[in-house]
């Protein structure tokens, strides 16, 4: 088949790299022709915006609701918005009907690609599919309410224009049949990891980049994700390494990622003179991901107990797990399951750094027990791979 993904980012965002781009090339070695018509975060600065990539064709349409360049994110004013939704919307839609397709896949029920997929799948006359990986109206940052309830209505609304749904987690399933759409038409497919950034790490890198950032010694805590405290909530952990330190002072917490609450999270690390045990990498390369990952001894998601947690199949996790790191969370949503009951990390009471400290601290204390949950996730992580996932996720093209 010949199929469209319709997204509201580029593929350099967590989902563009962690969900659509793996799925887009495993679509493709089964044989499919795989397009991404995409908004990407800085397109004033994009040299090239049409190219080929492993066979799948990328198309960047338009600018993003937001623009990131380097660790920092910018929202525009409201007019701008405005001004950016029109161009990008118009630019998605000019896209997909020109493109040659069997069917659309919109990711993310956004109002840009959502307008877009409905109408080019109407005057095409072409099936649309839709796919939630998070729980969109709670857990983007707004600048007006009326901002919060057009995505509400976009994501509760647009399900019903579709031939079937790819979810992530059991959670965005319930809530989707919860807005009346057939059950036996959603497909739960929980986000992966790609095989080729994953399956070999180069340990003397890792070791060199050990000795760079002064890790030599030291256990070492990473975060790796978005530094946006709507979403992630850092600073839950920032308040749990202050109690983990006491006890380990040799611990140092890595975070990696940036995003728009970085300088808050920064100032929250002065305030609680945790300078000496906390560095900040910012954004780095995707291949250099597996890198961060393999010279930590745990890694750490936290989550609050909501909506927004339970909706959300976390990436950090398994790309972790991929490469044999530990994971300490919250005990909210599939995470207990996807740690396999204890066997590949430690869950804790959710939104509390107390609890959270604690199960870190036991991890980190217990070199045994985390050399054995390290050798499950490694024979375990065959799973969570996306050349596995892809056949599941394909299912949801038999609906139609």
Not at 34 to 43: F, S
Not at 55 to 82: C, E, N, T
Not at 126 to 142: M, W
Request: include cysteine; charged fraction near 25%.
């Amino acid at each position: 088949m010949r199929i469209t993904f319709l997204l509201t980012q580029s593929l350099e965002s967590p989902s563009g790299l962690g969900r659509y781009w793996p799925l887009a090339k495993e679509l493709q070695r089964l044989g499919h022709s795989v397009t991404i018509l995409a908004l990407h975060h800085d397109l004033p600065s994009l040299k090239v915006r049409r190219l080929s990539l492993q066979g799948v064709h990328i198309w960047y349409a338009g600018q993003m609701h937001v623009r990131k360049r380097g660790s920092d994110k910018q929202y525009f004013r409201p007019v701008q918005l405005l001004t950016v939704v029109i161009s990008a919307t118009l630019g998605l839609l000019w896209a997909a009907l020109r493109v040659p397709t069997d069917l659309y896949h919109v990711g993310k029920p956004h109002p840009m690609n959502g307008v877009a997929g409905v109408v080019a799948s109407r005057l095409r006359r072409k099936p649309l599919f839709l796919d939630c990986d998070d729980y969109e109206a709670a857990s983007n940052r707004f600048a007006n309410e009326w901002q919060r309830r057009v995505v509400r209505f976009f994501e509760d609304h647009l399900p019903h224009y579709t031939s079937g749904i790819t979810v992530n987690t059991l959670a965005t399933a319930r809530r989707v049949k919860a807005l009346g759409y057939p059950a036996d038409q959603v497909v739960v497919v929980p986000n992966g990891v790609d095989r080729e950034r994953f399956e070999m790490v180069d340990l003397e890198r890792v070791e060199q980049l050990r000795h760079d950032l002064g890790l030599v010694a030291k256990k070492v805590v990473l975060y790796l994700g978005s530094v946006s405290l709507v979403n992630h909530p850092v600073d839950l952990l920032v308040a749990a390494m202050h109690h983990v330190v006491k006890m380990l002072p040799d611990t140092t917490l890595l975070i990696v990622g940036g995003g728009e609450d970085l300088e808050r999270v920064e100032t929250q690390v002065r305030e609680l003179g945790l300078e000496e045990h906390v560095r900040f990498v910012g954004r780095v390369s995707p291949e250099d991901v597996s890198l961060y990952y393999s010279l930590a001894d745990i890694s750490v998601d936290p989550v609050h107990d909501d909506p927004i947690a339970a909706a959300r199949s976390p990436l950090k996790i398994v790309e972790s797990l991929a490469c044999g790191v530990p994971v300490v969370t919250g005990a909210v949503g599939e995470r207990e399951e996807l740690l396999q009951d204890n066997r590949l990390g430690l869950v804790a009471e959710a939104g509390c750094p107390e609890p959270l400290g604690r199960q870190i601290l036991h991890l980190l204390e217990n070199d045994r027990r985390r050399a054995e949950m390290s050798e499950a996730a490694i024979l375990s992580r065959e799973r969570w791979y996306w050349d596995r996932l892809v056949r599941s996720f394909a299912s949801v093209y038999d609906l139609h």
